[in-house]
Structure formats: structure tokens, C-alpha cells
């Protein structure tokens, strides 16, 4: 699953729980502040990605002839190429790779930010980062298509992609987070 820019708020708030609930942390400021940085970093990692893949679309589109003259699968060039532009751009791809370096980042700058202090390792920090990433991705289908389902199960019809869904599922889902301690 890949994060997008309406689960940021929902990852930072994991990161936040977890850190202060792992015992190994002392607050110099407020959990919210560590929410404020985490979704900050999480936001400019997604629409880093959301560029690299407006760009490669581009690409795509500009040699759509070519594409299909030679029968080209156009998920797998999208891919290669996703894969190549990310490698001239020196943006991560792998999940594991990029959930540990958005976890350095976010630990630096609560550290630089003086948000929080630890006795212990930096690499203790940030795998409690890195696991409420890890855990909120892991989750996020399950909860997914229990909203989805609830919603089907609505007595009056709610059509998808109307506001009126959106808003049904945004609450639905924030009540499942609440549920499974995301929130």
C-alpha cells in the first residue's frame, strides 16, 4: 500500500502515540509537536513521490505512440521508469529503505527541535518510528474495507466518490483508528 497525503495526519499521530507510550522518551515540548514534525516529513515524502509520478505520466503520455506500436506493457514502463527518474532523483522507492530514512529524518529534527530527550539509543528511537509507520500501512487495508463494507451496509444508498461518502467514510475511519489505538 502506498501512503498518500490523507494518511499523513492519521501516520503522525501513530508516531507520536508510540513514542510516548514506548517509555523511552521524555517530552520537552507537547505530543502535538511531534504529530506537527512527523507529518510534515510524511507530506513532503508523498508529494515528492506524487511529482517523480506526475513526471514519469508525462513521459508516459509523450511517447504513448511508441508504446503501444511496440506493445508495451504500460504498468511495467510506468514502473521502469518510477524506478528509473527515482534513482536520478536520489528518492527511495523501497519500502523498508524509505520508512527508515523518513524515521531518521523525523527523529533528527525532534531532536534538533528539542522536542523530546532519551536515554537511550538513537536506533531504539527510531525503530519505534519506523514500526508506527510500518504498523499504520500494515493496518490501513483492513480498515479500509471494514469502512467500506459498514458503508455498503447503510439502510439509505451512499454513492462513492460523492462528498457525502467522503465525509461518511472519513468519520467511519477515524472511529476504526480510535478502535485498533491510531488515534
Known sequence: MKLRLPHAPYVANKIALDLVSSGYIELGSNMEKISQIAKHFLEENI????????????????????????????????????????????????????????????????IKEEVIDFGVSDTIIKNVIFKAIDGYVKIYESIEDVVIEKIENYKRKIIAGTEEYDMVFEKLYEEELKKRGFL
Open 47 to 110: 508529494k515528492k513521490e506524487a511529482a517523480l509520478e506526475e513526471k514519469v505520466r508525462l513521459l508516459l503520455e509523450a511517447n504513448l505512440e511508441e508504446i503501444e506500436f511496440l506493445r508495451v506493457d504500460e504498468r511495467q514502463f510506468f514502473w521502469m521508469a518510477k524506478k528509473k527518474l527515482a534513482e536520478e532523483e536520489g528518492f527511495i522507492l523501497a519500502k523498508d529503505d524509505r520508512y527508515s530514512h523518513l524515521s531518521h529524518q523525523i527523529l533528527d529534527e525532534l
